[in-house]
């Protein structure tokens, strides 16, 4: 088994700053692609940020230049600094975590509890 462990969210006002983190641990012999989603109340989950374990990195367009996703390859931690924050943002916030789980494969696709990140205007 895989298990993540979010956290970071919060309340802030707009153009704050916040910054999340997700753990994973158990069964893991590597890691593909490391994400975060958000999905605010009514609406669909939608695609935040991405990196690979080249260190790629993939963005929303409505994050760009805002948002910055970062990870630890040695010890599965990554990160999503939040800058310049909008109402808009406001969501729940799940981290995602797709590789393998041992040498011969055994494809798992984890994910986080989820944290709530609040916007005021």
């Known amino acids: 088994q895989v298990q993540l462990v979010e956290s970071g969210g919060g309340l802030v006002q707009a153009g704050g700053s916040l910054r999340l983190s997700c753990a994973a641990s158990?069964?893991?012999?590597?890691?593909?692609?490391m994400g975060w989603y958000r999905q605010a109340p009514g609406k669909q989950r939608e695609l935040v940020a991405t990196i690979t374990s080249g260190g790629s990195t993939n963005y929303a367009d409505s994050v760009k230049g805002r948002f910055t996703i970062s990870r630890d390859n040695a010890k599965n931690i990554f990160w999503l600094q939040m800058n310049s924050l909008k109402p808009e943002d406001t969501a729940v916030y799940y981290c995602n975590v797709k590789g393998n789980m041992y040498w011969w494969g055994r494809f798992f696709d984890a994910w986080g509890q989820g944290t709530q990140v609040t916007v005021s205007s």
């Open positions: 158990g069964s893991i012999f590597s890691i593909n692609v």
